[in-house]
């Protein structure tokens, strides 16, 4: 029997064909969604149960070579919550991260009154951000990316204080080659000093949305992890997501080049394109970002071009378009994607559109913002303001503005070039009238 728990499990309860009468309320119409009944463990006891789940997370600790793996049923937005209430736990106060980083995380730091640092890459999204002593002066700790959404990565170096990192789109780079791949792309696991890492095991490897890790090294305590999941976790979580989970440990255990197998295919395709004169820029192994602007067409415009061809993309915006393999895509899905590809009319390359970095002045602290009264208005009358929302373009949904910070000339005409017209600002609060 393959070394599956959840899986095992959920086949023997199906096959007992018992009568249900407990949660969900389907009646069993979908077999393996159950809730924490008798032998089906519970995610957030699992460091105490010695159940199936806690066997799940050791067999995925093993494989991933982590010190102690938390299994997710709500993505890396759970894990990166779950994260940073250990962080805070620990005393952290102000937490440095990339400017472009996701906005769960900054939903996460207003929850947990969490200050932030914001440190700036040269190019707008680029997960490449410096973070040398100098500018982590006043930190507590890092929250760095470590793939961006056009497949760029960070340098890595040890910053000696407490790290999590955000390996969103990046938990199959621990199967992958590196002799054959290189070393630029490590999983953070492989970095070698102590962190965190969150990662989206949904977005690139065969697992159900919503499916995701928390890997901690050596030298990081986990002890209150499963505490704090379950206080920003639903407490029903999905036993479907957690077998799928399950499965891939099976997966990968018996065929640990399949992975591998997806990025030489991925590599072929990008190597076919490139001889065709197709602008593609350099990406990590699963990901294949062309420059659109280069093909005299908008991200959006090229998109479109590729769904009329049976294909649809990751993510496009003004000057790319983004497609994202999975560690089971094949030489057959590449070669359709290909044809895709080489089927989009082209025209005059145009000049990339330029983003421009909003760097706003903190007026109020993000989790006061975030909870204020606050009013409706339109970007011209919002100028010298302070902001109460988190705005974003999507995609890619990384956040512009947040709240708290002050809407100057600059920053209101940035995003209004972004398509922004209105925003919510913090309303005054009105002095009372003296008699």
Not at 191 to 211: D, I, N, Q
Not at 308 to 313: L, P, R
Request: with cysteine.
């Amino acid at each position: 029997m393959m070394n599956t728990p959840i899986c095992n499990f959920l086949e023997r309860y199906t096959a007992d064909n018992r009568l249900r009468l407990h949660m969900p309320g389907h009646n069993g119409e979908f077999p393996h969604d159950i809730t924490e009944i008798d032998g089906a463990d519970s995610l957030y006891d699992s460091d105490t149960s010695g159940g199936i789940i806690a066997a799940s997370e050791a067999i995925a600790a093993s494989l991933f070579g982590a010190k102690r793996t938390c299994y997710s049923c709500g993505g890396s937005t759970l894990a990166i919550q779950t994260g940073l209430a250990l962080l805070k736990a620990q005393g952290c106060k102000t937490i440095a991260a990339s400017r472009y980083s996701h906005r769960s995380f900054a939903n996460a730091c207003a929850a947990l009154q969490l200050n932030i640092k914001w440190l700036y890459p040269s190019e707008y999204l680029s997960a490449d951000v410096k973070y040398d002593a100098r500018a982590l002066v006043g930190a507590d700790a890092l929250f760095i990316t470590n793939i961006d959404y056009y497949g760029g990565t960070w340098k890595f170096v040890n910053p000696n204080i407490p790290v999590l990192v955000d390996n969103a789109h990046g938990s199959y780079l621990k199967f992958i080659d590196k002799r054959q791949f290189g070393t630029e792309y490590l999983h953070p696991l492989e970095l070698g000093f102590p962190l965190m890492s969150a990662e989206s095991a949904h977005k690139t490897l065969p697992v159900l949305t919503g499916g995701a890790y928390l890997h901690f090294t050596g030298g990081v305590d986990h002890s209150r992890a499963k505490e704090f999941m379950s206080v920003f976790g639903s407490s029903s979580p999905s036993y479907l997501i957690l077998e799928s989970l399950d499965r891939f440990n099976g997966m990968i255990a018996q065929n640990y080049q399949s992975v591998n197998n997806a990025c030489e295919a991925v590599s072929a395709l990008k190597q076919d394109l490139i001889q065709c004169g197709i602008p593609i820029c350099k990406s990590d192994p699963l990901r294949i970002t062309i420059n659109a602007r280069d093909c005299g067409l908008s991200g959006f415009e090229y998109a479109a071009a590729l769904r009329s061809n049976g294909v649809e993309c990751e993510m496009a915006d003004d000057n790319y378009v983004v497609l994202m393999f999975s560690g089971v895509s094949t030489l057959e899905d590449c070669e359709r994607a290909e044809m895709a590809i080489k089927f989009v009319l082209t025209r005059p390359p145009k000049p990339l559109v330029k983003y421009p970095h909003i760097k706003a002045t903190q007026g109020m602290p993000m989790w006061e913002a975030m909870y204020k009264p606050r009013k409706l208005v339109p970007i011209e009358a919002a100028r010298g303001e302070l902001c109460a929302e988190i705005k974003s373009v999507c995609p890619p949904g990384i956040p512009l503005i947040y709240p708290g910070e002050i809407i100057d000339h600059t920053t209101a005409e940035i995003l209004k070039s972004r398509g922004i017209n209105k925003i919510n600002i913090v309303m005054r609060e009105l002095k009372p009238m003296s008699l």
